[in-house]
């Protein structure tokens, strides 16, 4: 088969996928928007940024279980063990984010670490509250998302991505019709969408077959039982909690700015519209790990930096038109300040899908090695550099969106670096193995 053909059917596979992704990050948007467009838009888009990363923390351990799910999907005795440690941990986390509720830790996480103005701490807890859901439902639709992916329903996933937004919309669309409290409609707006999407990914699977037991009962590569599985997750778990971890942090940050105030506004505005773009890219480690046995390397990242380099463009197209800035005051309302503070990050950060499809096709390779630590001491690395350019930015006078794109832009290549010399490593000793 050509190249060209191999290609070809690289993004036949991807598009469906990449929906899914997008779907799920035009939430962000859309929240953002209608948040701008009710009563004390500033502050309420700060603390659902805030209670956002709060979440998103909780949630990080088992954001990879979509990658365990498609690579432990060949034996039945992975797929059984897998299926007890997504209950065992997403439930674990949906019960740890409900200990950040409690006003006594909300204290210690959001106001000590975290920097937050108590004025907003009220309104955090209560959308954490409406959110305490969010992970157990992450962990679920992921688990079948990795079933359908490895069966080449691609379809269904992107079909259960956009039903996600359609619920989104819809809460976000009845409670700007209501001008009902912001923070509270995108809580509602954030949970339901995702539990939508969970029961809809979970039925496709059953119709469609994907959860029917494989032949092979287990291989000596594959974890047989839940001890095997945390074995193999661990890595992939922690690389999450170490990412996000610092994203978290990141806020700090951005908090303890000189313009922290409207700097806490402006980031998470500025990077939910880069995000859009920038997470059509991830599922290409997905098609990976999928992929890794049928189609040579050279093909994959070729294709990887094909995703990265059309994605970018439509960022910079978007962000560096005359005019975006017409489009960013309808996103963010009518707040000159905070429009003139989005629009240099968006402009910033335009290369950043082409870093994000390079860093997923890394992982993808390293994860289909089973050389999970390698992804994670990379992003160890990503996130000391990320947090360490934030804060030199601050200190030096940097306005927070600023300091906080620098930040995480510098973060991802220097984890790319390290990804990439971590595969390099591995072909180099096959290759010396072989000779």
Same mark, same amino acid.
């Given at each position: 088969?050509?190249?060209?053909?191999?290609?070809?059917?690289?993004?036949?596979?991807?598009?469906?996928?990449?929906?899914?992704?997008?779907?799920?990050? /035009?939430?962000?948007?859309?929240?953002?928007?209608?948040?701008?467009?009710?009563?004390?838009?500033?502050?309420?888009?700060?603390?659902?940024?805030?209670?956002?990363?709060?979440?998103?923390?909780?949630?990080?351990?088992?954001?990879?279980?979509?990658?365990?799910?498609?690579?432990?999907?060949?034996?039945?005795?992975?797929?059984?063990? /897998?299926?007890?440690?997504?209950?065992?941990?997403?439930? !674990?986390?949906?019960?740890?984010?409900?200990?950040?509720?409690?006003?006594?830790?909300?204290?210690?996480?959001?106001? !000590?670490?975290?920097?937050?103005?108590?004025?907003?701490?009220?309104?955090?807890?209560?959308?954490?509250?409406?959110?305490?859901?969010?992970?157990?439902?992450?962990?679920?639709?992921?688990?079948?998302?990795? /079933?359908?992916?490895?069966?080449?329903?691609?379809?269904?996933?992107?079909?259960?991505?956009?039903?996600? /937004?359609?619920?989104?919309?819809?809460?976000?669309?009845?409670?700007?019709?209501?001008?009902?409290?912001?923070?509270?409609?995108?809580?509602?707006?954030?949970?339901?969408?995702?539990?939508?999407?969970?029961?809809?990914?979970?039925?496709?699977?059953?119709?469609?077959?994907?959860?029917?037991?494989?032949?092979?009962?287990?291989?000596?590569?594959?974890?047989?039982?839940?001890? !095997?599985?945390?074995?193999?997750?661990?890595?992939?778990?922690?690389?999450?909690?170490?990412?996000?971890?610092?994203?978290?942090?990141?806020?700090?940050?951005?908090?303890?700015?000189?313009?922290?105030?409207?700097?806490?506004?402006?980031?998470?505005?500025?990077?939910?519209?880069?995000?859009?773009?920038?997470?059509?890219?991830?599922?290409?480690?997905?098609?990976?790990?999928?992929?890794?046995?049928?189609?040579?390397?050279?093909?994959?990242?070729?294709?990887?930096?094909?995703?990265?380099?059309?994605?970018?463009?439509?960022?910079?197209?978007?962000?560096?038109?005359?005019?975006?800035?017409?489009?960013?005051?309808?996103?963010?309302?009518?707040?000159?300040?905070?429009?003139?503070?989005?629009?240099?990050?968006?402009?910033?950060?335009?290369?950043?899908?082409?870093?994000?499809?390079?860093?997923?096709?890394?992982? !993808?390779?390293?994860?289909?090695?089973?050389?999970?630590?390698?992804?994670?001491?990379?992003?160890?690395?990503?996130?000391?550099?990320?947090?360490?350019?934030?804060?030199?930015?601050?200190?030096?006078?940097?306005?927070?969106?600023?300091?906080?794109?620098?930040?995480?832009?510098?973060?991802?290549?220097?984890?790319?670096?390290?990804?990439?010399?971590?595969?390099?490593?591995?072909?180099?000793?096959?290759?010396?193995?072989?000779?």
């Amino acid at each position: 088969m050509s190249r060209k053909r191999q290609l070809i059917q690289l993004w036949q596979q991807f598009i469906p996928l990449s929906l899914s992704d997008v779907s799920m990050a /035009l939430g962000d948007p859309l929240t953002t928007t209608t948040l701008a467009h009710l009563p004390d838009a500033r502050n309420n888009i700060a603390a659902v940024g805030v209670a956002k990363a709060i979440a998103i923390f909780c949630e990080s351990p088992i954001i990879m279980l979509l990658h365990a799910s498609n690579a432990l999907a060949p034996t039945q005795a992975s797929r059984r063990a /897998l299926w007890q440690f997504t209950l065992i941990t997403s439930g !674990g986390m949906s019960l740890l984010l409900a200990l950040t509720t409690i006003p006594a830790i909300f204290a210690i996480v959001g106001e !000590g670490w975290l920097g937050v103005a108590p004025s907003l701490s009220g309104t955090i807890r209560s959308t954490l509250t409406i959110v305490i859901l969010w992970p157990l439902a992450i962990g679920w639709r992921r688990y079948f998302q990795g /079933l359908l992916i490895h069966s080449g329903e691609s379809n269904a996933v992107a079909m259960a991505g956009i039903i996600r /937004l359609l619920v989104v919309g819809g809460i976000l669309a009845g409670g700007f019709a209501l001008r009902a409290n912001g923070a509270v409609v995108a809580g509602m707006s954030l949970v339901w969408g995702v539990i939508a999407e969970a029961v809809v990914v979970t039925f496709l699977a059953r119709r469609l077959g994907a959860t029917k037991l494989p032949e092979l009962v287990s291989t000596p590569e594959l974890p047989k039982d839940l001890a !095997g599985v945390w074995k193999f997750y661990a890595p992939l778990g922690g690389t999450m909690i170490l990412g996000w971890g610092a994203r978290a942090a990141l806020v700090g940050i951005v908090a303890r700015a000189n313009d922290g105030s409207i700097a806490l506004a402006a980031w998470p505005a500025a990077w939910g519209l880069v995000i859009v773009v920038a997470n059509s890219t991830r599922m290409v480690q997905q098609m990976i790990i999928r992929n890794r046995q049928l189609l040579p390397d050279r093909v994959l990242i070729i294709f990887a930096i094909t995703v990265g380099l059309v994605c970018s463009l439509i960022l910079l197209s978007v962000s560096g038109t005359p005019l975006s800035q017409d489009a960013i005051g309808w996103f963010v309302g009518n707040d000159p300040e905070l429009i003139a503070r989005v629009r240099p990050v968006l402009l910033l950060c335009a290369v950043m899908p082409l870093l994000v499809s390079l860093q997923n096709a890394l992982q !993808g390779f390293l994860v289909s090695e089973g050389r999970t630590w390698g992804v994670n001491q990379a992003a160890g690395v990503g996130a000391v550099v990320m947090l360490g350019a934030a804060y030199v930015g601050t200190q030096l006078g940097q306005n927070g969106a600023i300091a906080a794109a620098l930040g995480m832009m510098l973060g991802v290549t220097m984890e790319i670096g390290y990804l990439f010399y971590s595969w390099r490593s591995i072909r180099v000793s096959r290759t010396g193995a072989n000779d």
